[in-house]
């Protein structure tokens, strides 16, 4: 295994800063049980606790309890929040990726790192309580309790506040790592950005996503380069376009709603067939866990028992059952957002190739095998045209995220691409 920031692609700011951090933490490991961390992210004078080791408190170069990994989709948010933990959690080094720290730490399976991935569309506060509550114990292998919330611009507000008042005051071994798109206060609340350090992570250059794509999957050269082009810096998104099939479908599905916006008629039809795509891609990719859930929930309330025992534990956990449904039911909504939304960005890209044709710009195209179609379209509308039906493209993902009913946004913007 290599080391556990390897597949932090195009990233090695983030990587310096994090290694120096881990080798801080360890040093206030090494000072003693009664060391802990400095809280707040450029506490000279707030030492938490107030018996930290002074060499390893270093605010600027050493550790501090709560970190936010900023960066905009598919930069590797989570993947550096889980290496992080690892790097923490090395037995010889700062990530050497062959100890047993380091092996369950990206396994998923080591037991002092937790890692919330909110399934819905906001994560709960009683979810927060739990959690927290089990941060604060001690850490069984002796470094850190580490907290992964990935996505914490879905924390409820309620569940913020419960997280605030466990990084406002934190147990002395406890680090906790959120992931969010950016620090603006629509995604963190400005009390907990305060007391957290900033990782901003870019979005990696294509060179790199392909480099990456051939190294570790094995994956063609110019797969590689036609996928991490295609995918815009979206690491998982260029993985999953080089290997599999469907999303090359879907993808090519996508950029053939140009060509057919020949009428109002065409629109609507376009729009139809986008948010069916959306809705098929989603189902397919929830059905089998919600399946899952439902069966692994029945077993354990005694549903198939016989006797008037089971019935009476099946009547009571109706209210279970719902409770189920309704979490599944935020998980399909939010898997259909998600999928919309990487058609949006597809779409985006078209028309973003279209209007640096039409200005000539020297920068290579995001789709290079549509690129054809896009030069043509660029003849057509002009610089003019094709910024407005980039900005329509743009706007509809704006309206989506603003809780605008999908369908709505989508059929506005076909009508904008048609009429340009
Ligand atoms: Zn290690």
Not at 3 to 27: K, P, Y
Not at 94 to 117: K, S
Not at 162 to 189: G, M, N, Q, W, Y
Request: hydrophobic share 45%.
């Amino acid at each position: 295994m290599p080391d556990v920031f390897a597949d932090l692609v195009g990233q090695d700011e983030a990587v310096v800063e994090l290694r120096r951090a881990a080798a801080a933490a360890a040093a206030v490991l090494r000072a003693g049980t009664s060391a802990s961390v400095a809280a707040g992210p450029t506490s000279g004078d707030a030492l938490a606790a107030g018996d930290a080791a002074p060499a390893a408190v270093d605010p600027s170069a050493g550790m501090t309890h709560a970190w936010i990994f900023t960066g905009p989709p598919g930069s590797g948010r989570s993947v550096a929040a889980r290496a992080f933990a690892a790097a923490l959690q090395c037995l010889h080094g700062t990530g050497c990726g062959e100890c047993p720290g380091c092996h369950t730490t990206m396994g998923g399976t080591h037991a002092d790192v937790r890692m919330v991935v909110p399934e819905g569309l906001s994560i709960g506060v009683g979810e927060m309580r739990a959690l927290v509550l089990r941060a604060a114990s001690t850490p069984s292998g002796g470094r850190w309790q580490v907290v992964i919330i990935e996505d914490a611009d879905r924390l409820t507000e309620a569940a913020g506040n419960a997280l605030l008042k466990a990084i406002e005051e934190p147990p002395p071994r406890t680090v906790f790592l959120l992931c969010a798109p950016s620090t603006h206060p629509d995604d963190i609340s400005v009390t907990i950005r305060s007391r957290c350090r900033v990782v901003p992570l870019r979005q990696p250059p294509a060179a790199a996503v392909a480099e990456v794509l051939v190294r570790r999957d094995g994956i063609t050269p110019d797969v590689a380069q036609w996928a991490a082009a295609a995918a815009q810096g979206h690491v998982g998104r260029a993985r999953r376009l080089a290997r599999d099939p469907e999303a090359r479908k879907r993808r090519e599905a996508v950029l053939a709603v140009p060509r057919r916006l020949t009428g109002v008629g065409a629109a609507f039809d376009a729009a139809s067939a986008l948010i069916e795509a959306a809705e098929a891609e989603a189902a397919a990719s929830v059905t089998e866990a919600d399946t899952a859930e439902r069966a692994a929930l029945e077993t354990a309330l005694g549903a198939g028992g016989t006797g008037r025992g089971a019935a009476g534990a099946m009547r009571g956990a109706a209210g279970q059952l719902k409770e189920l449904e309704k979490r599944q039911k935020s998980r399909a909504t939010r898997a259909q957002r998600d999928a919309l939304d990487r058609a949006l960005v597809d779409l985006a890209g078209f028309y973003r190739d279209a209007l640096t044709m039409a200005l000539r710009a020297p920068v290579a195209p995001v789709h290079t095998d549509t690129a054809a179609l896009a030069g043509a379209g660029a003849q057509k509308w002009d610089a003019e045209g094709a910024l407005r039906r980039l900005e329509a493209v743009l706007a509809c993902r704006a309206a989506i995220e603003a809780n605008v009913k999908p369908r709505i946004a989508v059929e506005a913007m076909m009508l904008a691409l048609w009429k340009g």
